[in-house]
T-cell receptor
Framework: DSGVTQTPKHLITATGQRVTLRCSPR?????VYWYQQSLDQGLQFLIQ???????AKGNILERFSAQQFPDLHSELNLSSLELGDSALYFC????????????FGPGTRLTVL | GENVGLHLPTLSVQEGDNSIINCAYS??????FIWYKQESGKGPQFIID?????DKRQGQRVTVLLNKTVKHLSLQIAATQPGDSAVYFC????????????FGKGTRLHILP
């Protein structure tokens, strides 16, 4: 158990819909990262927040957004969902701004029908 | 362009033998190279990292070798055990990329009884 929690575990929705994925980092970790994992693209970095502020962006679509709240939990919002958005979404956390060792949650499996 | 990739998608190793997982990279400016392990149904887990000015680093039953001349990275696992069955990702981190960790595609390690 990494100490990072993600909800929900599974999510099934329809195209065009909007969903919110939630992540609680390990106690004391200030950085939260979001990744998308699909069969053909591997593990893709989406976005990083540090102590409430956006710090780095990867290949995150404009339809996707995230935020980190004062209690350091984070949410990833996915809107206008497409079939191709079906994937595993992982949240990870780490203590500081730049850590090679990130602690990953169990992931949320999103299925868009 | 930048690319972190793996030579072989699947590797089968006899239990008790040593495993060697290879990775090629193209970004000479990477500061760190990192190995993660992902067991089925779980999030990735940090194994070990190596700074770009080092050639070798050892951990518990694992050794990472870095050959900057040919831009090659390898992870050696000694006395492979059934619990080593997983997908192994190499990744890299560089200061010129806003602290984003870029993951390779992954190699699946099968342990034969």
């Amino acid at each position: 158990d990494s100490g990072v929690t993600q909800t929900p575990k599974h999510l099934i929705t329809a195209t065009g819909q909007r969903v919110t994925l939630r992540c609680s980092p390990r106690s004391g970790d200030l950085s939260v990262y979001w990744y998308q994992q699909s069969l053909d693209q591997g593990l893709q970095f989406l976005i990083q927040y540090y102590n409430g502020e956006e710090r780095a962006k990867g290949n995150i679509l404009e339809r996707f957004s995230a935020q980190q709240f004062p209690d350091l939990h984070s949410e990833l919002n996915l809107s206008s969902l497409e079939l191709g958005d079906s994937a595993l979404y992982f949240c990870a956390s780490s203590p500081t701004l730049r850590d090679n060792e990130q602690f990953f949650g169990p992931g949320t499996r999103l299925t868009v029908l | 362009g930048e690319n972190v990739g793996l030579h072989l998608p699947t590797l089968s190793v006899q239990e008790g033998d040593n495993s060697i997982i290879n990775c090629a990279y193209s970004n000479s400016a990477s500061d760190y190279f990192i190995w993660y392990k992902q067991e089925s149904g779980k999030g990735p887990q940090f194994i070990i990292d190596i700074r770009s000015n080092m050639d070798k680093r050892q951990g518990q039953r694992v050794t990472v070798l870095l050959n900057k001349t040919v831009k090659h990275l390898s992870l050696q696992i000694a006395a492979t055990q059934p619990g080593d069955s997983a997908v192994y990702f190499c990744a890299e981190n560089s200061k010129n990329r806003d602290d984003k960790i870029i993951f390779g595609k992954g190699t699946r390690l099968h342990i034969l009884p």
